[in-house]
């Protein structure tokens, strides 16, 4: 059974500071998602990596994969309160040889950043 | 937005009753999904579709039935509700490239079972 692991699953933190969000998984895979989502609102997509070393940014987010630690990273730099959201990844259920497609999600970051 | 509605996006319904949420797509995306949320657990799949009248079980089916006879629709049924299916409901859908799995979401159902 797929397992992902984030940590950790609450953070709050002053702007302008750095931190680092972590999402550990159990299987081989090298198709892992980051999502963002507002207090009562849907998922939006923040991040797609595909590929061992893959990396991608956008802003002050910046997302990065290893398939050999089977370890992604959602890297903020210089936090704003604009940030301020609940951060999921999720790991390619069918992709990674675990049965049904779909997303397996870790159980999210809950991200609050101060002035 | 990626075209996708759900109906109703509230409801309040009692322990053993039938209820049906719906998921509508205007894009014609072959793989559908349902996805609840819960506290403390992330999404969890419920069941997913890959074309009409094609569909399978996720992590967490039981209690839990779908039907895909159109495209663009893809229902998720409560058969006999339960005060644990009390949950935020997701729909999603995959746009379809080969080995590449990023799902879009609908804005959700808030399903209360007293």
């Known amino acids: 059974e797929l397992k992902v692991e984030q940590n950790p699953l609450f953070l709050s933190m002053q702007e302008g500071k750095n931190y680092t969000i972590y999402c550990n998984y159990s299987?081989?895979?090298?198709?892992l998602y980051w999502y963002r989502q507002d207090p009562g609102k849907s998922l939006e997509s923040l991040f797609v990596?595909?590929?061992?070393?893959a990396v991608k940014q956008e802003g002050r987010l910046m997302a990065s994969l290893d398939t050999k630690a089977r370890l992604s990273t959602l890297h903020i730099t210089a936090a704003v309160h604009d940030l301020s959201a609940t951060y999921f990844c999720?790991?390619?259920?069918?992709?990674?040889?675990?049965?049904?497609?779909?997303?397996?999600f870790g159980k999210g970051t809950h991200l609050i950043i101060q002035p | 937005d990626a075209g996708i509605t759900q109906s109703p996006r509230h409801k309040v319904t009692e322990t053993g009753t039938p209820v049906t949420l719906r998921c509508h797509q205007t894009?014609?995306?072959?793989?559908m999904y349902w996805y609840r949320q819960d506290p403390g657990h992330g999404l969890r799949l419920i069941h997913y579709s890959y074309g009409v009248k094609d569909t399978d079980k996720g992590e967490v089916s039981d209690g839990y039935s779908v039907s895909r006879s159109k495209t663009e629709d893809f229902l998720l049924t409560l058969e006999s509700a339960t005060s644990s299916q009390t949950s935020v409901y997701f729909c999603a859908i995959k746009k379809g490239l080969a080995g590449y799995n990023e799902q879009f979401f609908g804005p959700g159902t808030r399903l209360t079972v007293l």
């Open positions: 990596l595909l590929s061992n070393g």
């Open positions: 299987t081989t895979s090298d198709r």
């Open positions: 999720a790991v390619d259920t069918g992709y990674s040889g675990g049965g049904a497609d779909g997303l397996t």
């Open positions: 894009e014609n995306h072959r793989y």
